[in-house]
């Protein structure tokens, strides 16, 4: 939807940043669907699967929009591999309260979805309706997706990469590994932004590059250790 909007709109404002919302809010709801949520069957490896399919559905169309007009060269660069380059031309202190936002609706759902991985017939009799919280962490997911994207792009693999070190790091406490989650993940972000500054300087690796070549072994390395019928 943003990319529609620079290539046909022709711009690149706070109008263009909030239509990343409603592009994040039917992205999660597909992957949400196709890794067997509306079925009450979801899974790591599901929703693990169901993403990185629409991933690369959703980048081809970017490819498709883009490439058909000649003059979008530098927005085909940010869309396909993300950039913090450009940032500071991002609404950033909407898009930080936006963040701010999910992040403290997902710290307050985080015990009732540890109860939902339980089951759902578990969670009902501790008391927890998971339609609701199902959705509250659509929102959650929703807000802060479509404002780290707005801003800085698709970033590959930070999503896949942090989360199970940040698990090694807290435990099996939601909260903890979310609170883990964004320190580790703001680190890794810088980390890949720096090399990719550095390394070929003063050309610019994109930091979506840095973290694919960083996260891609790392990724396959959880696959690697997945087992049937295990969590990732």
Known sequence: MVVGSLVFGGGDGVLTSMLAFPGAALATIAVFALGGGLRGETSHVRLTLAGAALNAMLLSFVSAII??????????????????????????HGMAITAILGAGIALILAPRIEALSLGSAVARGLGTRPARIQFGALIAVTLMTGAAVSVAGPIAFLGLMVPPLARRVSGHDLRKELFASAILGACVLLLADTCGRLVLAPAEIRVGIMTALIGAPVFIWIARRLRPGAAA
């Open 67 to 92: 490439l058909s007009r000649g003059e979008t060269l530098e927005v085909f660069r940010f869309w396909v591999t993300g950039s913090l380059a450009q940032a500071g031309a991002r609404p950033l």
